[in-house]
């Protein structure tokens, strides 16, 4: 047997083969096809890959794992042993990801815990959410200098006022100040067109999510909108890949670390080590859900009597979560829905499938649970 371990980068890579008896050797190859093609004619199915998860890292992988005997990819977050030196370099990075692929195959005992790859379809909402929060964060970041420029010149005008697109024309001509109305029409104009791409963006995503049943259960929770529950559905891919809703909150970044010794317990921040689009759209909509849910209420106002606001709001976020998924694994709706906000929310989702011609599978989906 021989085992490779692979330190990536975006112009190259460095491999380390340890053999079965203890010999090595580090080969640094370019990261393109004739690189690609040299270190596959080094491989065969008695060969153990270990990689890193990076921007590249599936793409590269699919160029070779049918030629070996397993590919692991490894969550960087879960792997700090490749730091635990003084003297880093991708030749030593790589001896190390070998050295520990190496025991984990010799052991049978996992020392990792594997990333898996996700579907085609998966890695592309994927890339169109990372899109979405670029998005987004150009429209606040306009918002915030329009606001900041009236504040500026004295104009004391709320922000709901401001952006009301009803108020935008009026806006743009406030202020007899030139200068002043320059930047406001070059702002507002820039704003428009971003929010028309995100628009666009937003219909694609929700086009091509594949999810149609795991949806129509999220978003029998009010506060869970579609794109809320194609965010969780692109994180996790399926409810089943995990034991129970501890792990799931965790995966979702919802989950604190903790430090206890003795009788010393330590409340730390979120592990980092999983995805974060979810709560990137529960967090803006947790008090809907709380709100239509009267022991969530409950455990909410007593909390916050005597906790920080900001450490009760992650632990509603993590109840929901958890809410959510029992939801998903039980594969039945909210205990507290509103049947006419879930039937809203799915007739407009339905509506946008059919003006964009999508047929076939989806659509009965659809037709059974308009009915």
């Known amino acids: 047997m021989r085992f490779v371990g692979i330190d990536l980068h975006t112009n190259c890579f460095t491999c380390c083969y340890i053999e079965e008896n203890g010999g090595k050797r580090t080969i640094t190859y370019t990261l393109d096809d004739e690189g690609i093609n040299e270190f596959r004619k080094t491989l065969d199915k008695t060969t153990h890959v270990l990689i890193e998860a990076t921007l590249n890292t599936f793409a590269f992988v699919e160029r070779f794992q049918e030629l070996v005997g397993s590919v692991t990819i490894a969550n960087t977050y879960k792997l700090k042993i490749i730091s635990f030196t003084n003297k880093k370099t991708d030749r030593v990075d790589a001896e190390k990801l070998a050295r520990i692929i190496k025991a984990q195959v010799m052991s049978g005992e996992e020392q990792i815990q594997p990333v898996s790859i996700p579907p085609k379809v998966v890695q592309d909402l994927r890339a169109l959410f990372s899109t979405y929060r670029l ?75 594949p999810f149609l049943h795991e949806i129509d259960i999220l978003t029998s929770m009010k506060g869970v909108s579609v794109m809320g529950a194609i965010a969780l559905m692109s994180d996790i891919i399926s409810v089943d890949r995990f034991p129970n809703s501890k792990h799931f909150a965790s995966y ?32 803006q909509s947790a008090h809907h859900c709380r709100d239509a849910d009267p022991h969530l209420l409950h455990w909410y106002e007593k909390l916050t009597q005597y906790k920080k606001k900001g450490l009760v709001r992650m632990g509603l976020c993590r109840r929901v979560i958890t809410q959510l998924y029992q939801m998903l694994k039980n594969d039945e709706y909210c205990y507290y829905r509103d049947v006419a906000n879930h039937a809203s929310k799915m007739a407009a989702y339905l509506a946008l499938l059919s003006r964009h011609g999508i047929v076939g599978e989806r659509t009965e989906s659809a037709q059974k649970i308009a009915s």
């Open 252 to 283: 979702l970044r919802s989950a604190p670390k903790v430090a206890s010794s003795n009788e010393t317990t330590i409340i730390k921040r979120t592990n980092r080590w999983g995805r974060r689009m979810t709560m990137v759209f529960l967090s």
């Open 135 to 209: 998005l987004t964060k150009e429209i606040t970041i306009t918002k915030n200098r329009i606001h900041s420029l009236l504040k500026q010149h004295l104009l004391q005008i709320s922000r709901a006022e401001v952006f009301n697109k009803k108020n935008r024309a009026a806006v743009r001509e406030i202020s007899d100040d030139p200068v002043l109305r320059f930047q406001l029409n070059l702002l507002f104009d820039s704003l428009e067109v971003v929010e028309t791409k995100l628009d666009a963006l937003s219909e694609q995503i929700q086009v091509t999510a």
